[in-house]
Each structure stands twice: as C-alpha cells, then as structure tokens.
C-alpha cells in the first residue's frame, strides 16, 4: 500500500499518470478508475475528464490506491475476472456501475453508494442466482462420483484431514459434512448468496469458501498444506499400522520423516515394519485392473477351499472409484454357519500360494444380544476380519520377464532382490511385482447384507447412515444388525434395499454414495 500522505501529494499535486494535472482535488479518500472495456477509449477520457474538472481524482493506470472502480455494460463477473488479472488491487475497492459516476458528477460530489449502484448486485439479481437446495443427511441425498465443486471440496477434505490426524474428531466430521453438502450440488458455486439455507455449513467451513471463491485460495488451507506438522503427520501415517497417535507420538520426539524413524531405533510392531517396508507401493494408489486382478485370486482361493462360497468387491470400488488405497472384500456362504473357519482356511492357501507379505486376521467376536446393541461403541464390527498386503504382480506388458498365469504364485523369491536400489525403503520400482492393501471380511449370510452396506462406504455416508437411523428412527445400525429400539427388537435384511426401507429412505445406489 502507498501511505496515504504520499498517495494525497503524488495525486494533487505532481500530476502522474493522468491524473488531476491542475485540477483541484476536492474528495482525496476517493480514488477513482474508469474501465475501458465496454465504455470505449474516447468516452472514459471525456468522462475521466469531467470528473477531473469537479475535484474527483481520476486515475489513468489501475493500481491497489483505486478505491472505486466504474464500469459501464459489463458484467460482475467480467470485471472481477479482469480485476483477478491485475497486479494488484485494493481487497475492499468498490466495484460501481457507471450511474453512480454520473449521479456524482451531477450532485458535484459522491453520492452515497446504493445497492443499485452496486455492480455484482446489479449483475446478480436475487431472481438470477442458482439457490441450492439439499437434504441435511448424506445418506437422503445422491453423491455421484462427478463433483462440479472440486477446489472446495479438496479444500475441506484437506482441513477435515488434518483434524483427524490431530486427533479433533469433531471437527474432521464438520469439514467433512461441509465437503459433502458442496458435493452434492450440480453446479459449481459462484457466489456465496447461493448456500444459504445449506445444511452443514457452519461459520469456519463458509468462511474457508468465501476466501477460495473470492481470493482463489484459503490462507488456512494453504498454511495447512505447507506446514511441518501436517507433512509429518501425513508421512508417517502413510506407513501401514500407524495411526495419528503413534504418529503424534513420534513427532514429539522430533521424529518427522521415514529417514528420522529409521535412524531413531523406535520399536515397530510387525505390521508397521511391514508398512515401512512397502512404503512406496502401499502409498501408490491401486488401480480398478489391479482390484479386478486380486478379485481374481481371492475367488479362487475362496472357492477352492469351500465351494459354494462367495465374494464381493465392497469400498471405493463398488462406488465406482476407478482408483483406492487398498481393496475390500466381502466373503460369505449362502448356507448360514457355512463360512465358520473360512478365513482362516483362505488365508493359508494365498500364503501357500505365496500371495501374502502380511497378514493379521482378528476372529469374529460379534454376539446378538436380545436387548439390542447397547452402548453405541458397540457397534463397531466384530467380524472375522484379514489385514493383509498382497504381493501382485505387475501387468504382463509393464515386465520384461514372466510369462506365467496371474493366479499361480509365478513371483519367485530370487527376483525380489535388487542390488541397485536407490529406493528411500530398500525397495526397488522394478520388480516384477507390487504390494496392495487388501482386506477381507467374513460374514454370516444372515448379516451379510448389513456387513455390505456397511463396507461399501463412502465413511461419510455410513456415518450419515447411523446418525439417521439414530435420531430420527431411533434404531441402532451396525454392519452386523439394525435394531429397532421402540420394538425392542432386530430388523431382518436380505438386501440393501430392504435396509433403506427399513430406514424409511429412498434405496441409493453404490455410485451415488460418495458422499
Ligand atoms: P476404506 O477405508 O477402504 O475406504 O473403507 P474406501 O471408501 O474403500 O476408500 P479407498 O478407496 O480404499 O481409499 C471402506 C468401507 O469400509 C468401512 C468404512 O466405513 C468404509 O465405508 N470400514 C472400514 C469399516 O466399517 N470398518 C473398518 O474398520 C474399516
Ligand atoms: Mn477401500
């Protein structure tokens, strides 16, 4: 900013660029600018000119002193685009249409500035303005994977992130509410006036929009990004088996890199020197082809050691996301008990098989009580469950060597090792194959179709699932069960859509639960 005292000199009285060259001037807190565009070269001199004459200061070349803008025929849009485009511009500069000119110039000094005056007022009209309109829950509402308001919404998830990676639950789920009320809409937001009347936007998640749709950026969201704390957090919860606890904790002892973790001989658990192991492939997004592939495997291991039994593709990937951070499955038998001891038995063939870097499986501890679920913490699923990373490997035309089937273990031992690796994990990029998250769940068919819509996701929309079924039906869901608390009893489900119904909401479909 150029100091006021210097601005009033420079203005009055050296007559620079254009401006008051003689002219007294009558109005110094009012610093004026005519826009060209539209208005044509020869009328902004005539009115620049007239202006002059009255005492206003008129300024030639645009800059941050310019306090009003005026413009004729153009659009708010078009002027704050223009205005965009500029070097620098004053945040608070009044964009005018030019009846607030011409009133000045008859009054002989300026007039006070209507809403009329106003050009994005003019331009926007209440009538013009695209009003949004969604329902309060995720789950009443159909989140397709098209988002029309990206910068937003990645602007959100990334606050929502990095509260939950601090541990600030409460508000990780606000951010994420926000993100997805504005994924929802069908067209990209354009001005605030808009969301009003939108649920979930509380006063932090409006005012992080307002900076990204009138600055282009979030000054919060870009000091997030950038700061040591977040990358940090980030890196180290990359690493399988670390949670923003362990992380937190390790940070505190100074801990902000893999580098820093190596050489700081902190204890890992086998899990986490797994993760460290595989960091660079577990943190490489898995591909639908590369699901479809390990879909593959687990089928054949799964009906090898219990015909009859099935399995589904369930997260991200029966939304529709062409992309994951590791791949869900659900197993079940249509003969209810069938499945007891299946997991175990599919685990010890894909080992056999040498299609497993690690596995964790925790049994099934859930039990149907007759009062129902009790406390809500409860709720949390119990099945039979596998953690594991899967050794995959890589696409026949992306190796130079192997030509065996993809669902025999053709990745053998001796061509795991590269001396030449320069990888940060001592992992080299050009084996012949690649580690995948995966995880398995077994459930019985009785509770299977709760166990599906439960990991299909999104975990927002699961989230939104309870909350309704909690407040406004009072029952308890859970991926094993829905319990009506005013009956006091379980509601059975064979499908998806039988638990919508019981839920008293439209069915929707995986792709529109995005949320
Ligand atoms: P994911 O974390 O795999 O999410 O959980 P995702 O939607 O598939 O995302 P990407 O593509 O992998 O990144 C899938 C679903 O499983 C449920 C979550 O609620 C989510 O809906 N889930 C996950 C559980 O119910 N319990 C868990 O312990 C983990
Ligand atoms: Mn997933």
């Known amino acids: 900013m ?25 109005f110094p807190q009012v610093v004026l600018f005519l826009l060209e565009r539209k208005m044509g070269a020869s009328r902004r001199a005539f009115l620049s000119q007239l202006g002059r004459k009255k005492g206003f200061q008129v300024q030639e070349l645009f800059s941050e002193i310019v306090t009003h803008v005026i413009c004729e025929n153009n659009s708010g849009e078009e002027v704050r685009t223009w205005l965009d485009s500029q070097a620098s511009s004053r945040p608070g500069a009044h964009l005018l249409d030019i009846s607030w000119y011409t009133e000045s110039m008859r009054a002989g000094q300026p007039v006070e500035i209507l809403d009329r005056h106003k050009l994005q007022e003019l331009q926007i009209s209440e009538a013009e303005v695209i009003m949004f309109s969604v329902p309060s829950y995720a789950c009443q509402r159909r989140t397709s994977l098209e988002n029309h308001n990206t910068p937003l919404t990645e602007a959100l998830s990334l606050l929502a992130e990095n509260a939950e990676l601090s541990e600030d639950d409460g508000r990780g789920v606000a951010f994420r509410r926000a993100a997805a009320v504005l994924k929802a809409l069908p067209s990209p937001v354009t001005s605030m006036s808009q969301l009003k009347g939108l649920p979930c936007l509380g006063e932090h998640s409006l005012r992080v929009i307002k900076d ?22 980030k890196v180290l919860t990359g690493i399988f088996g670390v949670g923003s606890k362990t992380a937190e904790r390790w940070i505190r002892a100074g801990i902000h890199s893999l580098h820093q973790l190596q050489d700081s001989g902190q ?6 020197q797994a993760g460290l192991e595989h960091y660079d492939d577990i943190n490489q997004p898995v591909t639908k082809a590369e699901a479809d592939v390990i879909g593959e495997i687990v089928e054949k291991a799964v009906v090898s050691v219990l015909p009859g039994a099935q399995i589904v593709l369930t997260g991200g990937f029966r939304r529709g996301k062409l992309t994951g951070h590791d791949v869900d499955f659900l197993i079940t038998h249509p003969e209810e008990g069938r499945e007891v001891g299946l997991m175990s038995k599919v685990v010890s063939w894909l080992e056999s098989k040498g299609f497993l870097l690690y596995q964790k499986t925790t049994r099934n501890s859930y039990l149907e009580s007759k009062d129902g679920p009790g406390r809500p913490a409860s709720n949390i699923d119990r099945f039979e469950r596998c953690f594991s990373i899967f050794k995959l490997a890589k696409e026949k035309e992306t190796r130079t060597k192997d030509p065996q089937e993809v669902t025999e273990n053709r990745v053998s031992a001796e061509t795991d090792q590269n001396p030449n690796s320069d990888k940060l994990m001592n992992k080299q990029t050009d084996t012949p194959w690649r580690a995948v998250r995966v995880d398995l769940v077994v459930s019985p068919i009785s509770q299977f179709a709760f166990a599906l819509l439960g990991w299909t996701g999104s975990k927002l929309f699961e989230r939104e699932l309870r909350r309704w079924a909690g407040h406004e039906r009072s029952m308890s869901l859970s991926s094993h069960a829905l319990f009506d608390n005013k009956k006091g009893r379980y509601l059975r489900a064979s499908s998806e859509e039988e638990i919508f119904a019981h839920l008293g909401l439209e069915f929707i479909l995986p792709s529109e639960r995005n949320a």
């Open 267 to 272: 204890t890992l658990n086998r899990a986490q």
């Open 212 to 233: 990204i749709l009138e600055n282009g950026s979030s000054i919060e969201v870009e000091s997030t990004k950038n700061s040591e704390r977040y990358n940090a957090l």
């Open 2 to 26: 150029v100091p006021l005292k210097r601005r009033k000199l420079g203005s009055s009285h050296t007559g620079n660029a254009g401006t008051n060259s003689g002219d007294e001037v009558k």
